[in-house]
């Protein structure tokens, strides 16, 4: 069984910086479409970002600029660099995986998640 786990979240200050990990182990397709959701407190989960096998990498409009998404392939790992916080980025981030080639376009789509990863940001 496909397993993801998430680290790096935090509460921290306006202006401020993360970086939130997914190491993913047991997943042998050889395509991928990877991906971070996060779900703010009395909202729905959003898409944040996501990377495709041919490193193809879409943005979230709110997110644009601030955060880059990455992967190390040697370690299995998924990042999510986040900069310039503000409050409305406060949520639990997930990571998902999905072995289409294509990202799939609506997050229920995808196929593993892991736990998450709460990210809080104070003013």
């Known amino acids: 069984q496909v397993q993801l786990v998430e680290s790096g979240g935090a509460s921290v200050q306006a202006g401020g910086s993360l970086r939130l990990s997914c190491i993913v182990s047991?997943?042998?397709?050889?395509?991928?479409?990877m991906g971070w959701f996060r779900q703010g407190p009395g909202k729905e989960r959003e898409e944040v970002a996501t990377i495709s096998s041919d490193g193809t990498r879409t943005y979230a409009a709110s997110v644009k600029g601030r955060f880059t998404i990455s992967k190390d392939n040697a370690k299995n790992t998924l990042y999510l660099q986040m900069n310039s916080l503000n409050t409305e980025d406060t949520a639990m981030y997930y990571c998902a995986v999905d072995s289409r080639w294509l990202c799939p376009a609506r997050w229920p789509e995808y196929k593993f998640w892991g736990q998450g990863t709460q990210v809080t940001v104070s003013s």
């Open positions: 047991r997943y042998t397709y050889s395509t991928y479409c």
